[in-house]
């Protein structure tokens, strides 16, 4: 038992009753100190000239005299430096030593006002000045108002917190483990989700496993103002996740989310969070976080579901069963598609980046930041709530669409040497083998040149294009300018007969590449190529070479 501390009043109270004569034994019966004690300050007093029944004192001087005789008798040493500097905020910690913990208290004026003094000086200091008050570190309780449970299937409370450090068996790797924990706020039945990561897509995860699990969903939410839920936390506007307001919106719910620092608002989870703690993951190994999950469902419904629960007298599981499951929202026919939303900028190729992908948005949005749906199957691109575009999920690569691409941009890519070719096939033989010369070499402008003569189908009948592209075949110069040349003039309107244009496409050197040609005949046999046909390559002077038999 510790020792009696005597101030001022108690020595007063034995100087008064030993000067009215009363003995030192009457005096220890009396006020309940030794005797020792009681002749220690009579002694001072004593030394300090009192004698006993000298004369009547009045209250004040009676009190000066216990204040001189406990002077005389003060033994402790005069206050250090360390000790003074602790002195300094006296006023400051006597207002707030029984409402505030001491070591939050040596924290603010320490790192706030820059007190210099070790912990065991402040300790020491506030213990020797309040030693009534130095283990009440409490706040003192505030009046309660305790309010009805809501109805059955009214609400249900949210909440995340941490367990502590697992090492995965099966690949030796650390993680932080934390665990998801819904309560129905009627029936007190408990939801358990252990999980690696307190992320936004682990939190959507967590609330389609809860409604599954109690085959229903609440019809209001009152979750923390965690940044995976609550984008923005206000008292009287919060702004809920898109991913989140859109996953209540698919079950029916409504959110209502907890004031910040105000975990009363959700004192039914709050209150179930110890108990999931110590009761389902104190002392307990695990092998994998499937048979920790598998576990946790099977101790939601055997050990927490079937213990009497202290406030309501009822076995959560019963009351459950009995009067909240049948009063939740049914579940829709599949559960919610998970999904996250994030934006991003579209950059000058017509794509933006998400998720290690790149997908095409129409080159209109160039350099605007859109926001992008990621579901599990489909991307949903948006600029404020119109949809932009959706594409299927990538890994990895990207995801085009041609028609998002400018006009020019459109054109050129669907005129690729393959799609060239095929179209000149289309055509006819005649272009598909001028057209395949031209490509032979690989270089852009002879692309450019192929793509100018299949357009000319556009604006001229294919068949004569067809009969152009023979007879240039023929004359060795299979130029877009030549070609072009013979379908404006109509070089089928001479006359010429199938059997012509045969004969003179024997004449050309048709194995010849017509994009060479050029530099191999002079400019005056180019020009007449695409008026007079064979007979333009015969030099002047000549008659043209008859074959034996022709």
Not at 158 to 180: C, E, I, K, N
Not at 252 to 272: F, N
Not at 483 to 506: K, N, P
Request: with cysteine; charged share 25%; net charge positive.
């Amino acid at each position: 038992m510790g020792r009696r501390r005597i101030g001022v009043a108690d020595i007063k109270a034995v100087l008064i009753a030993w000067d009215a004569g009363e003995r030192i034994s009457t005096i220890e019966r009396m006020l309940g100190y030794t005797r020792p004690t009681v002749r220690k300050y009579i002694g001072a007093a004593t030394r300090l000239g009192v004698v006993r029944g000298e004369r009547a004192r009045s209250d004040l001087e009676w009190e000066t005299l216990a204040r001189e005789v406990q002077a005389l008798l003060a033994t402790h040493r005069a206050a250090g430096v360390a000790t003074a500097e602790v002195a300094h905020w006296h006023d400051y910690l006597e207002q707030r030593v029984a409402t505030t913990y001491l070591t939050v208290l040596y924290q603010r004026l320490r790192d706030d006002e820059g007190l210099r003094v070790s912990w065991a000086t402040f300790y020491r200091y506030v213990e020797t000045q309040w030693p009534e008050r130095v283990h009440r570190t409490h706040p003192a309780p505030q009046p309660t108002v305790r309010l009805p449970d809501p109805p059955p299937g009214e609400e249900a409370q949210v909440d995340f917190f941490y367990v502590g450090r697992w090492t995965d068996p099966a690949t030796g790797q650390g993680h932080r483990l934390s665990a998801f924990l819904m309560t129905l706020a009627h029936s007190r039945h408990q939801f358990l989700y252990p999980v690696l990561g307190e992320d936004e897509r682990v939190w959507l995860e967590a609330h389609v496993a809860a409604f599954t699990f109690f085959g229903g969903a609440p019809r209001r939410l009152v979750p923390d103002n965690l940044i995976a839920g609550i984008l923005k936390a206000d008292r009287y506007d919060p702004r809920v996740n898109r991913a989140y307001s859109e996953l209540t919106r698919y079950y029916g719910c409504l959110v209502d989310p907890a004031r910040v620092r105000h975990p009363k608002d959700k004192p039914r989870v709050e209150r179930g969070v110890a108990y999931a703690r110590e009761s389902f993951f104190r002392g307990r190994s695990f092998t994998s976080l499937r048979q920790m999950r598998a576990e946790s469902l099977q101790w939601a419904r055997d050990v927490a579901g079937q213990r009497l629960h202290g406030t309501t007298g009822e076995r959560p599981w019963e009351a459950f069963k009995q009067r909240e499951q049948a009063a939740l929202i049914p579940l829709p026919s599949a559960p919610w598609e998970l999904a996250t939303w994030t934006s991003a900028v579209v950059q000058a190729d017509c794509h933006l980046c998400v998720a290690r992908a790149h997908y095409s948005v129409p080159y209109r949005s160039v350099g605007q930041r859109l926001e992008v749906r990621l579901g599990e199957r489909i991307v949903s691109i948006y600029d404020g709530a119109t949809l932009v575009t959706a594409h299927l999920r990538q890994l990895r690569g990207r995801a085009t669409r041609l028609e998002h691409y400018p006009p020019g941009g459109q054109a050129f890519l669907r005129a690729t040497p393959q799609v060239c070719q095929q179209r000149a096939q289309a055509v006819g033989p005649g272009t598909s083998h001028l057209v395949e010369a031209l490509l032979a070499p690989r270089l852009l402008h002879l692309l450019r040149e192929a793509q100018a003569i299949l357009r000319l189908t556009e604006r001229h009948d294919p068949a004569q294009v067809e009969a152009a592209c023979v007879q240039a075949l023929g004359a060795g110069d299979g130029r877009y300018r030549t070609v072009r040349g013979l379908v404006e003039r109509g070089a089928l309107a001479t006359g010429d007969t199938a059997s012509d244009i045969s004969d003179a496409s024997v004449v050309g050197d048709a194995t010849t590449s017509p994009a060479r040609g050029d530099a191999r005949l002079g400019s005056s046999c180019r020009s007449g190529a695409s008026l007079r046909g064979p007979e333009a390559f015969v030099p002047a002077g000549q008659q043209l070479r008859q074959e034996p038999g022709a």
